[in-house]
């Protein structure tokens, strides 16, 4: 009896340890930008009048499809493609962008630092040619 009670223990432990899945919901919509920083600098905040790039008011990532993306970048090119996310859910992928962005094969990644339901926070994972080869943060909020 002591080895089945121990036995069952042992299963409901191992079972109980298994990695939670993101819900992916949580980034399944459109978002815009809230804050932007290139290299480590604020140069775009929703709530400021003196942005040094106010270009990325238009900045939006349309992940409201299971697969397809359109991403609006810091100048206003509208490109789409498809989005997924690393199995380890840790960067967002968008691939196969059309129009490709700037000085790519037609991908740009990101790291996921923080995802809520009304925050999405992201760090590009090589640098931007577009804003002079900075890495570039965001923080994203739904539309």
């Known amino acids: 009896m002591k080895k089945m009670i ?65 991403f609006t970048d810091v100048d206003g090119r509208k490109l789409s493609g498809t989005w997924s996310l690393s199995t380890d859910y840790k960067r967002l992928i968008l691939q196969d ?4 962005p700037t000085e790519t094969s037609g991908n740009v990644e990101f790291y996921i630092t923080s995802s809520t339901s009304d925050r999405l926070l992201l760090k590009r994972t090589t640098d931007s040619k577009k804003t002079g080869n900075t890495i570039n943060e965001y923080e994203l909020v739904p539309e």
């Open 97 to 100: 962008l059309t129009p490709p």
């Open 6 to 70: 121990s036995a069952a223990l042992l299963c409901l432990s191992i079972l109980s340890c298994q990695p939670k899945e993101v819900d992916t919901l949580d980034v399944r919509k459109t978002w815009k930008a809230l804050t932007v920083k290139e290299n480590g600098i604020v140069v775009y905040s929703a709530a400021s009048t003196k942005n040094t790039r106010p270009s990325y008011s238009g900045f939006r990532l349309d992940l409201g499809s299971i697969d397809k993306v359109t």
